[in-house]
T-cell receptor
């Protein structure tokens, strides 16, 4: 079946520009996670949704980062006024109810110039 | 504070031999552990997991061992194959089911033909 998909796969933004990153989770997966992966590091947690409810946003680095999942399916991660330090790969993962295993999408590589 | 540590950034193993990847953690609240494999420009792919109530879990060529008293886990791959060349991430969560994952920094495994 279809896995987690993310778009765009690559995004180049000028400093100060707003960007929106999309995640389509596996159909029927209740939980959705966003992670940020810097070069040479492991993924770091940003935020977590259970259906449409954002249950944990403790990993969002600043108030410039905002995520939503209005209908409990597709999610968007928005970064306002991008800075160079926002350059990273943004990974989305989904998980079925009651499972500890998260399934990752291919990521969006963001480069802020 | 790195709660999940993979102290070997890289490892080279001859094809057909055993590959052993190690991971240490510091947070005693972690009780579910996973290994992911990552190829360049792709998202992490789930390999195998283990709950803290077990000390071993096996799936084909992959076996994960957990030593709770030492806060240590390892992934054994036997026999190693060229397609196993990738970056391997250890991850941990505080409970089974819908909890954020904390990742190590990864170990790059190279299988030498």
């Amino acid at each position: 079946g279809a896995g987690v998909s993310q778009s765009p796969r690559y995004k180049v933004a000028k400093r100060g520009q707003d960007v929106a990153l999309r995640c389509d989770p596996i159909s029927g997966h209740v939980s959705l996670f966003w992670y940020q992966q810097a070069l040479g590091q492991g993924p770091e947690f940003l935020t977590y949704f259970q259906n449409e409810a954002q249950l944990d946003k403790s990993g969002l680095p600043s108030d410039r980062f905002f995520a939503e999942r209005p209908e409990g399916s597709v999610s968007t991660l928005k970064i306002q006024r991008t800075q160079q330090e926002d350059s990273a790969v943004y990974l989305c993962a989904s998980s079925p109810a009651g499972s500890g295993t998260q399934y990752f999408g291919p990521g969006t590589r963001l480069l802020v110039l | 504070d790195q709660q999940v540590k993979q102290n070997s950034p890289s490892l080279s193993v001859q094809e057909g031999r055993i590959s052993i990847l190690n991971c240490d953690y510091t947070n005693s609240m972690f009780d579910y552990f996973l290994w992911y494999k990552k190829y360049p420009a792709e998202g992490p792919t789930f390999l195998i997991s283990i709950s803290s109530i077990k000390d071993k879990n096996e799936d084909g060529r992959f076996t994960v061992f957990l030593n709770k008293s030492a806060k240590h886990l390892s992934l054994h791959i036997v026999p190693s194959q060229p397609g196993d060349s990738a970056v391997y991430f250890c991850a941990a969560s505080r409970s089974f089911g819908n909890e954020k994952l904390t990742f190590g920094t990864g170990t790059r495994l190279t299988i030498i033909p």
